[in-house]
Every structure is written in structure tokens, then in C-alpha cells.
């Protein structure tokens, strides 16, 4: 397994549920790791459990919504790694439950600015380092939630999933010549800490054509495949990992 042999990816909220597999499984097709999360403990447990399996990793603890976590995690790639050639922009938040007009502006800006903006610091400070390997690819985790359908009391966390398809649609405009790749991965629902309870997760299962929840590998392994080389001509583009949840919905 060297899909990505050679290759130094970053996975942001790498300390547990889709991140951490992801984390797991680059590590395990060849890639060097730069892990970034807020919670030190869970993060320091991964890039151990990557090394022992013979892989390398570092950690970089830090808030995603701060520009600055995203210079230190890129610094980070080019000191230990030499480079940085694959982003998956995966760290993600629900936030509150409302309706959108019992929403607070704070949590608005809260919701947008883990699920949107650090997107874009994100690429901001990916996208240079790139550039100087003379390519990459870029991959943010959507939903669908916002993109086939609105959820009650998510409009806040639906606007800014929605909002990533046009972040990688102006990021492939503006690099798709110079080497640069960005796409979305759109998941449906998955057995990670966001999920909530088992009641919560067997209304979410039906809800989708398949009628189960994805397990967090299953949505590494579509990222695996943009951050690739198997989706060398694959940009600008929002790939559904959601067992058929889009389908049974349009």
C-alpha cells in the first residue's frame, strides 16, 4: 500500500473520528504525517500508535480557526518532512441546535469559522508550500447536510458545508494550472463523537439508501482516493461518501 509514497499530508482535527483514520490509513499507503488538533492527549496517542506501526508523524496542537495554527502546522511539514504535497482540511464542529433565528451570532461565527474559514486559512497557508513542491491536492470535509438536504436547527453548520463547494471550485480556478487539486468529500452520517447517541444514530442510519451509518475508515479511504494520484484529473468537485443518502433525496 504506497499510494502515497513519498508524500506529506496534513489531516486537521486528527485526534479522533474521521481525521484519526484517515490519519492512520496515509500513514499506512506511505505518507508523512503532520496531525493537528485541539486536544493534546487524543493527538499525542495517534502519532505514537502511527511510529510504532513504523510510520512517521508529528503533532501540532492548536485551534484551526487561528491563522496562525495553519503557519505552524505548514512550518512543521517543511522542517520534519521537507515539503508538503497532500491538505485534508477535515477538523469540524456542529455547534447548538436551533432554529436559525434562536441561533446566536456567536455561534454562528463559531460554526462557520471552524467548518468554513479555517478552511480557507487553511488552504491560505497550504497552498504556497505546495506550490514550491510544484503541486498538491487539497481535500475538505463537507456533509450533507447543506448540500442534499437542510436539517432542523442546522443552518448555521448546513451554510458553511454548502460554503466548501465553492471554496474548492475557486481554489481549482485559480490553481488547477499551476498543479493544485481541490475537492470535497461529502459524508453522510458516521459513527464518530458527533454522531450523538444510539437513538441518534439509528434515526441518521435511516436516512440513508444503505440504512446504516458509515464507520470513520470508510470515509478515509474516499479521501485516500483525492488525495491520490487515482484522481490525478479530479478537481473542483464534490465526491459523495454518504451511502446513497444524496440519491434517495434528488
Keep these: 500500500m504506497t499510494l502515497l509514497a513519498g508524500k506529506v499530508a496534513l489531516i486537521t482535527g486528527a485526534s479522533s473520528g474521521i481525521g484519526q483514520a484517515a490519519a492512520t490509513l496515509f500513514a499506512a499507503n506511505g505518507a508523512a504525517l503532520v496531525l493537528v488538533a485541539r486536544r493534546e492527549r487524543p493527538l499525542a496517542a495517534t502519532v505514537e500508535a502511527i511510529r510504532q506501526d513504523g510510520g512517521r508523524a508529528v503533532a501540532v496542537v492548536g485551534d484551526v480557526t487561528q491563522e496562525h495554527t495553519h503557519e505552524e ?25 436551533a432554529p436559525l433565528a434562536a441561533l446566536a451570532p456567536s455561534d454562528w461565527t463559531e460554526v462557520l469559522g471552524v467548518n468554513l474559514t479555517a478552511g480557507f486559512l487553511g488552504a491560505r497557508a497550504q497552498i504556497p508550500a505546495m506550490l514550491r513542491q510544484g503541486g498538491g491536492a487539497l ?43 481541490a475537492n470535497a468529500l461529502l459524508p453522510g452520517g458516521t459513527a464518530t463523537e458527533m454522531a450523538g447517541d444510539q437513538a441518534q444514530r439509528d434515526w441518521a442510519a435511516g436516512l440513508h439508501a444503505m440504512k446504516r451509518i458509515a464507520e470513520p475508515m470508510e470515509i478515509a479511504q474516499a479521501a485516500l482516493f483525492l488525495a491520490s494520484e487515482m484522481s490525478s484529473f479530479v478537481t473542483g468537485s464534490a465526491l459523495w461518501a454518504d451511502g446513497g443518502n444524496a440519491a434517495v433525496k434528488l
Excluded at 77 to 84: I, K, M, N, Q, S
Excluded at 161 to 180: N, S
Aim: charged share 10%; aromatic share 8%.
Design 73 to 97: 502546522a505548514v512550518a512543521a511539514a517543511e522542517t520534519a518532512f521537507g515539503g508538503l504535497h497532500i491538505a485534508f482540511n477535515n477538523a469540524g464542529l456542529v455547534g447548538p441546535i
Design 139 to 181: 481535500v475538505f470535509t463537507g456533509s450533507f447536510v447543506g448540500n442534499s438536504v437542510g436539517l432542523p436547527g442546522m443552518g448555521a453548520y448546513a451554510a458553511a458545508k454548502a460554503g466548501l463547494i465553492g471554496l474548492v471550485r475557486g481554489i481549482a480556478a485559480d490553481y488547477g494550472a499551476r498543479g493544485i487539486r
